[in-house]
């Protein structure tokens, strides 16, 4: 368990969800590694902010939410060293006197990769997945904190290098990610982008110090 201090605080998933804002609990917004008992609302959370159920999707949806509830649950559960699936949970109380039990904001996984010698990548790096945040969590800087809690955890790996993909028409994730000092490093094409069925993934850096 990876633990260190943070200005939307870490904690261990292994304490209560219950915080209680008189003190001596949790803090009312928190960052904690997510555990297996996460799975069902993280991969709700994936597949509605990855997925429109619309089109022939709306018949698929069921087997790709199955498809990405197992491949996280294999992740979660694995051990895989410098891997971690990170959730950001917060109340929507405004009421600071009562305790409540915060919900699922956001989550994100940053993991260890290593380059091939043609990707002309640092040898050793860290790569940021599956970035989202609940709709009724946007735009209250849960993703930059979630980003930021990343780049924590990197440098606790020894690691100087931050990478992740984003959609070519994805401007608002682009400027969040311009805005946490991301930089394009290259435009990746493939044959469904070709073909007009997909836009450009743009690979981005962030250098670490």
Known sequence: MTDFAYNFPFVPASQSLVANSGAANLPRSFIREAHPGDVAQLTELLASSFYHRTGWLYWAYPVIKLGIQEDLRQRIKGEKSNYLCL???????????????PRMAGTVEVSQRQAWPWQGMSPHYAYVSNLAV????RRRGIAGRLLATCETLVLGWQ???????VMADNLPARRL??????HLCRSEETAATWLGLQPRRLLLHKPLT
């Open 134 to 137: 609940a709709p009724g969590f």
């Open 87 to 101: 959730t950001a949970l917060t109340s929507t109380s405004e009421e600071a006197k009562i305790p409540v039990s």
């Open 159 to 165: 690691l100087r290098d931050l990478y992740l993909h």
């Open 177 to 182: 990610y311009q805005k946490a000092g991301f």
